[in-house]
């Protein structure tokens, strides 16, 4: 695990960049993570990260991109046009999220 | 293959052959299909998880059992079965569409197991294979993923990662995905989306796949204190696998002893899983990983009979394998010991960093 400065923030990070500490993350933050993967926020990715982080809060784990389509109300399509080829690493990565685990 | 339950259900057991409608946690009932209800004081769900193609749009139709295949029936295997012996060559598709499925390797089994069918009959070139998942490799952790993608490359097989099917064009014979992507199939080989049973879901135990929410360490049924779901019923962040099924319940064995007598559950189950890898050309691989512990390289002891070699092919694997025909059937099915401890072991195994 690392620490790094994005935003003027320190943050912790895994080996792949994504936060580890649920506390650390901001909505300033969220932009400057979102802009280092080339995405511009819009309303509409906003409504996937609230989703997320409160999901995160109860769940004690990341959504998949089956679980914001269910439980979130956002259809996989959408998912895809936001956050284009890997939503569910892009999606996790903006949110402050860990990185979601791939089922073994 | 095929053999008769009945001599498998041990005396002091009473079997019946109904399906579960639903369940009352709050009064402590199941309810039947034919609409009788059983009573409980402590009820362990352990309904499975199966194909559901419905799930999936255009996967089922008049193509499917003909160009469009799973292997996850036996109506399924069957056919399929027939399909790739009258095979005469083209695009071979196998798809995962999603995790979690039961046996999260049987897809890559099958390709390789079709790669040697195809060698064998002298066609190997006649045949392009192609594997499709939404995973970015050929398996989720990147020991395992990096090993099994060398084995496709080796194989000539070509990978198609991170492809998330939106829906099968059994017409036109492609698969579309999300990010409208296609893939052109002479033959489809997929596994279809996999759902816990549908009483699950009535009964508000489930999370979006009908598996029911547990604790992951002692299998109790989130928000109850009577209820478990042991096996691929349950959502445990391990492989849906029989070998994972088999280490739990020697875990919850113990647990469930103490929790009836109203001890605390002292137990807690690691994830094991351990499968072996059927690789074709009379050879097969062996995985051995838990919750923490990614599938590594190595070795796997067995007294008297190994050691087994991890993510290597190896002949004496396939042996293994075999072997475990008998072993099924005769030890572990009629809940016999066998001589493999529940909790993963790191013996043998080559440690990576994270
Ligand atoms: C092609 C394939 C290959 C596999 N290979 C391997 C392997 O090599 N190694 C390995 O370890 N595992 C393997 N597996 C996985 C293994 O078969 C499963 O993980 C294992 O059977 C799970 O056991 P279970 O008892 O939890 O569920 P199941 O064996 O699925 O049993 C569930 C039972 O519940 C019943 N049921 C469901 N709903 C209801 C209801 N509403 N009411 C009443 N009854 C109901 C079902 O009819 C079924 O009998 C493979 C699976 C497949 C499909």
Redesign the pocket.
């Known amino acids: 695990m690392a620490v790094t400065t994005i935003a003027g923030a320190d943050i912790h990070v895994d080996d792949d960049g994504f936060m580890t500490e649920y506390d650390e993350w901001s909505e300033d933050l969220a932009g400057e993570l979102a802009r280092a993967i080339g995405i511009e926020l819009t309303d509409a990715h906003w409504k996937v990260i609230t989703f997320l982080r409160e999901d995160y809060k109860e769940q004690g784990e990341t959504a998949t991109l089956r679980r914001v389509t269910t439980a979130g109300g956002i259809p996989t399509k959408e998912l895809f046009q936001l956050f284009p080829k890997k939503p569910a690493r892009k999606m996790a990565y903006v949110s402050g999220l860990p990185k979601p685990v791939g089922c073994v | 293959m095929v053999k008769q339950t009945k001599r498998f259900i041990p005396a002091g057991v009473t079997k019946l052959d ?3 409608a639903r369940v009352d946690t709050n009064a402590n009932t199941v309810h039947l299909a034919s609409g009788e209800e059983l009573m409980y004081d402590q009820l362990v769900i ?5 194909p559901r193609p419905s799930e999936t749009p255009g996967l089922e139709g008049p193509e499917y059992g003909r160009t469009v295949h799973d ?2 029936t036996l109506e399924g295997a069957t056919n399929l079965r027939d399909a790739l012996a009258n095979f005469t060559g083209g695009k071979l598709v196998v798809n995962l569409i999603e995790l979690p499925i ?2 999260p390797v ?1 897809p890559l089994e099958f390709t390789f197991l079709a790669e040697s069918f195809f060698a064998e009959r002298g066609m190997r070139d006649q045949v392009e294979i192609t594997y499709v998942t939404p995973l970015e490799g050929a398996f989720t952790k990147p020991v395992a993923s990096k090993e099994l993608g060398d084995m496709l490359d080796s194989r000539k097989i070509a990978l198609e990662a991170d492809f998330y099917l939106e829906r099968v064009d059994a017409d036109e014979k492609k698969l579309v995905s999300y990010d409208e992507r296609e893939v052109d199939y002479d033959l489809l080989v997929t596994v279809p989306l996999n759902f816990g ?1 549908d ?1 699950v879901a009535e009964s508000g135990l489930g999370d979006e796949l009908n598996h029911v929410n547990v604790d992951h360490y002692t299998f109790l049924a989130n928000g109850t204190d009577n209820v478990f779901a ?4 349950a959502n445990l962040p391990t492989s ?6 088999h280490f739990a319940i020697d875990v919850f064995t113990e647990n469930f002893l103490d929790h009836i007598e109203g001890r605390p559950m002292t137990h807690a189950f690691d994830g094991h899983a351990n ?2 890898i059927e690789s074709g050309h009379g050879k097969a691989m062996l995985i051995d990983f838990n919750y923490t512990t990614q599938p590594l390289k190595g070795k796997f002891p067995v007294p008297g009979v190994g050691p087994f070699s991890l993510l290597e092919e190896t002949e004496m694997n396939h042996f293994g394998k075999m072997m475990f025909k008998w072993i099924y059937w005769n030890i572990l099915l009629p809940g016999k010991d066998l001589p493999l401890p529940a909790a993963m072991s790191m013996a043998g195994k080559i440690e990576v960093d994270a």
């Open positions: 109904e399906q579960v352990a309904t499975g998880t199966s292997f996850y039961k046996c049987a049973a009483f042991v096996g691929d019923a849906k696998a029989g070998s994972v099924a499968c072996y």
